[in-house]
């Protein structure tokens, strides 16, 4: 059992705005940023996002918040490519590990 | 070009040990955290653990499952960071990533992994 919890799965169309959460609590989420991260077809992970910034090389179209412990990644306009597993993680000071979210399976209709 | 290049894996028998590497470039190393991660087959990704730059202080930290078993380390001269296993289980076998990080509690960059299997 993931110390993250995100759904399982989330469907959109292209052009559409999406948006994944990921529900922790106060040793986790509510205290530290939050990375989201983007694996194609079991390739290697990609950062989409770290905290609220975007790196290099990501589209503008994805964003991240949070909400208490709460985060959410909202995908504005969404593409084909955007078709893959997403990931969130951050830091557990009560674990004292870096926790990852069980994942959701993002399919672009 | 930024750049986590990882090798070292390969079957290993129950029992036996391993030792991985990951070479980085395009990036000052020697002030970057890094952590290793794996992804069993047809399961998520699992944190293996992570060592903090040494003019941090150098400590490591280790997942749970793993700990007492593993020692991550890094030579900054070689910009290269290491994960050794020990007591390899089957249940170890994963595509292990090396990942550096963008803050503390996130990743910015991710190796393309490398396949380690224990099996008899």
């Known amino acids: 059992q993931s110390a993250l919890t995100q759904e399982a799965s989330v469907s959109g169309t292209v052009g559409q705005k999406v948006t994944l959460s990921c529900t922790g609590n106060?040793?986790?989420?509510?205290?530290?940023?939050v990375g989201w991260y983007q694996q194609i077809s079991h390739g290697a992970p990609k950062t989409v996002m770290f905290?609220?910034s975007l790196p290099s090389g990501i589209p503008g179209r994805f964003s991240a918040s949070k909400s208490g412990t709460t985060a959410s990644l909202t995908i504005s306009g969404l593409q084909p490519e955007d078709e893959a597993d997403y990931y969130c993680?951050?830091?557990?000071?009560?674990?004292?590990?870096?926790?990852f979210g069980g994942g959701t399976k993002l399919t672009v209709l | 070009e930024v750049q986590l290049v990882e090798s070292g894996g390969g079957l290993v028998k129950p029992g036996g040990s391993l030792r991985l590497s990951c070479a980085a470039s395009?990036?000052?190393?020697?002030?970057?955290?890094m952590s290793w991660v794996r992804q069993a087959p047809g399961k998520g990704l699992e944190w293996v653990g992570r060592?903090?730059?040494?003019?941090?202080?150098?400590?490591?930290d280790y997942a749970a499952p793993v700990k007492g078993r593993i020692t991550i380390s890094r030579d900054d001269s070689k910009n290269t960071l290491y994960l050794q296993m020990n007591s390899l289980k089957t249940e170890d076998t994963a595509v292990y990533y090396c990942?550096?990080?963008?803050?503390?509690?996130?990743?910015?960059?991710w190796g393309q992994g490398t396949l380690v299997t224990v099996s008899s």
């Open positions: 990942a550096a990080h963008a803050v503390a509690t996130a990743f910015g960059i």
């Open positions: 395009g990036f000052t190393f020697s002030n970057t955290w």
């Open positions: 060592i903090i730059s040494k003019s941090g202080g150098g400590t490591t």
């Open positions: 106060s040793n986790n989420i509510g205290s530290y940023a």
């Open positions: 905290g609220n």
């Open positions: 993680s951050t830091w557990d000071f009560s674990l004292s590990a870096l926790v």
